[in-house]
């Protein structure tokens, strides 16, 4: 798991909205799926999000932590 200023940094990084880039889904580029900070459960509300790891080793900063809409995170699994 990341730590909250971690998540925090990739939040305001983000801009509040998924960064995911993932050629196999649906949208082009980046997803910019507008999201709700309030809403870290994982859960499938609008503006749900997860803090996924790129390398899926959780290393412990901002570079490693990119925010993910629910749906993107779903998709992924
Ligand atoms: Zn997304
Ligand atoms: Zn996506």
Known sequence: MF?????QQAWT???GRCECANRSHQHMGRCNRA???ERRTGESKP???VAESKSSNFLPNASDCEITCWHCYSSSQ
Do not use: Q
């Open 13 to 15: 990084r983000s801009g």
């Open 47 to 49: 503006g749900a999000w």
């Open 3 to 7: 730590s909250n200023a971690v998540v």
């Open 35 to 37: 999201l709700v900070w």
